[in-house]
């Protein structure tokens, strides 16, 4: 039915379908979009229902199983970069309104891209004991003393929308870590996805209303604006009614503690610290390149938002990697067309600029932080490995 198939279209912008089977400027969900990981190389799959090359042959029982086991229609296991250990919440109904969904797409011919997985990484069937070891360690079960929006946030968060896969460590072994380790920060794609719990460094803890306008716009003025990986997230996530983007920023509020009254550092003190800070290579950078749209973490409004600089989770960071990316890469495509852009630099600014930049932002917006180390490495190694976002 018509009601079916928009579920089911919800669902999928929950779950970030077309985000890991689409490659930049190719035909939704068709897959080829390269993952790179600690054991090699993995290619999305092609899940339109073309009967040759996609999904189009798979009956529901096979869609299920490989939503729910990893294992695919031919026998084979998947790797759980696939995160099967995640949609193994999902419900009866929700699953079968995903699977109505995508096989009434277009179907698209295109072979999927051989994987370039390492020894013994290589060999499928060692996922058996994968599965064995850790297929549930992702189950969530709903919470009764909770309230149904928690609960509904809870859902989503864990099931379709696989938050963990990007947001928790893993083990040697590449399953995610769980207790105190569970949202408590990641990395994907050379990005680091920020601890969701009390561990986060943003220098204010997120509020529910912070939570519910990043999610729907991709940008908060108390932490800063969605880059990389999570940009595309965010424009699906954009997709979802309000009652559950409220419900998933309801739940994710719960984990991470009670907001402090006042910011760590506001602006105008981050502004008094930087007073102290002598004129560097670094603050010289700043103000040819990045001052014009930041000012001093408040600059007016010329490409969409100018986030600030002093609140930026990015700036506080145990690690530079997130900054160095996004003054890299800049902001292509943003996550709302309302964010507007942020251009790339890494064809104006050598290493040596970049990390002396990046230095002089830790020190005057993040005052109380360590400085970073290595920083011109650390750009060195971004710039050489750029990833695919």
Known sequence: ???????????????????????????????????????????????????????????????????????????????????????????????????????????????????????????????????????????????????????????????LGHCAACHSPRNFMGAQKGGQAFLAGGTVDGWEAPALNGLSKAPTPWTEDQLFTYLSTGYSDAHGVAAGPMGPVVTELAKLPDTDRRAMAVYLASLSGEAQAEPVETPQVAQASAQAVSLSNGQRVFEGACQACHADGAGPTLFGVSPSLANNSNVHSALPDNLLKVILQGIAVPATADLGYMPAFKDSLSNRQLSELAAYLRQRFAPAEPAWQGLEQRVAHLRANPGTH
């Not at 890991?20 to 068709?30: D, E, L, Q, V």
């Not at 339109?48 to 939503?67: C, K, L, N, V």
């Open 1 to 159: 039915s018509a009601a079916t198939l928009e579920r089911g279209r919800l669902l999928a912008a929950v779950g970030d379908c077309a985000v890991c089977h689409t490659t930049p400027g190719g035909a939704t969900n068709a897959g080829g979009l390269a993952m790179q990981t600690p054991f090699g190389t993995l290619y999305s799959t092609n899940i339109t229902p073309d009967p040759e090359t996609g999904i189009g042959r798979w009956s529901y029982p096979a869609f299920e199983r490989a939503m729910r086991e990893g294992i695919s229609r031919d026998g084979k296991h998947l790797y759980p970069a696939f995160p099967y250990t995640s949609f193994r919440n999902i419900d009866d109904a929700d699953l079968q309104a995903l699977y109505a969904y995508l096989m009434s797409q277009a179907p698209v011919s295109q072979p999927a891209k051989a994987n370039d997985m390492q020894f013994p990484f290589n060999l499928r069937p060692l996922m058996a004991g994968w599965n064995a070891i850790f297929l549930r360690s992702g189950e969530v079960k709903a919470q009764p003393q909770q309230s149904a929006q928690w609960n509904r946030g809870s859902y989503l968060v864990n099931g």
